[in-house]
Every structure is written in structure tokens, then in C-alpha cells.
Nanobody, 113 residues
Framework: QVQLVESGGGLVRPGGSLRLSCVAS????????MSWFRQAPGKQREWVAT???????DYLDSVKGRFTISRDDAKKMVFLRMNSLKPEDTAVYYC???????WGQGTQVTVSS
């Protein structure tokens, strides 16, 4: 059974930083690309970033240069470092194995002064 537990969200001022973490279980983590998605109030869930098993990464244009996705296969974890946060980054953030259909509960990120 796939399980995903996100953490690290919170309230931060514009320009601030957060590091999100996701611990995964129930599947062979090292062979799966992992992604972060987010869902803002009243909006559809959108893709944010993906990291492949080889460590290569891709990002939503609006977060390029500000967000960094990384992974630790030994710990079965994926991370999202978010710098220079903006109010429009406010959302619930979710991690997900790209090829599998399971979602975690998400972690709330609120960027506000």
C-alpha cells in the first residue's frame, strides 16, 4: 500500500523560505520519478516539479530558480526547497510518485505578510 506523508509547511512572509519533506513507503522508491504538486484555494491542482531516478529535475516555469527538488533514496524521501516565496505560492503541497495514483494528505504553505 502506497503511503506518502508530507511535512514542513507553514506560514512564511513574502521572500521567505521553507523546505518541504515527503516520506514514502509501499513501493520501490528508487525506480520512480517523484513529483510535487500544489492546489491553491479555488484552483485546480497543478504540477510543480519532478525529479527522475537519475536526479534530473524539471520545474513549473513560475518556480524555476526559486524551488529545488531533491531526493534521498536511502531514506525514501523527496524534498522541495522553496526560496523567495510569493503570496501566489500559497497552496496545499502534495508529493506523488509520478507513475502511481496515490496522494498524501498534503502540507499547507501560506505566504503572507
Amino acid at each position: 500500500q502506497v503511503q506518502l506523508v508530507e511535512s514542513g509547511g507553514g506560514l512564511v512572509r513574502p521572500g521567505g523560505s521553507l523546505r518541504l519533506s515527503c516520506v514514502a513507503s509501499g513501493f520501490i522508491f528508487s525506480i520512480h520519478a517523484m513529483s510535487w504538486f500544489r492546489q491553491a484555494p479555488g484552483k485546480q491542482r497543478e504540477w510543480v516539479a519532478t525529479i527522475a531516478p537519475d536526479g534530473s529535475a524539471d520545474y513549473l516555469d513560475s518556480v524555476k530558480g526559486r524551488f529545488t527538488i531533491s531526493r534521498d533514496d536511502a531514506k525514501k524521501m523527496v524534498f522541495l526547497r522553496m526560496n523567495s516565496l510569493k503570496p501566489e505560492d500559497t497552496a496545499v503541497y502534495y508529493c506523488k510518485p509520478t507513475a502511481l495514483g496515490s496522494w498524501g494528505q498534503g502540507t499547507q504553505v501560506t505566504v503572507s505578510s
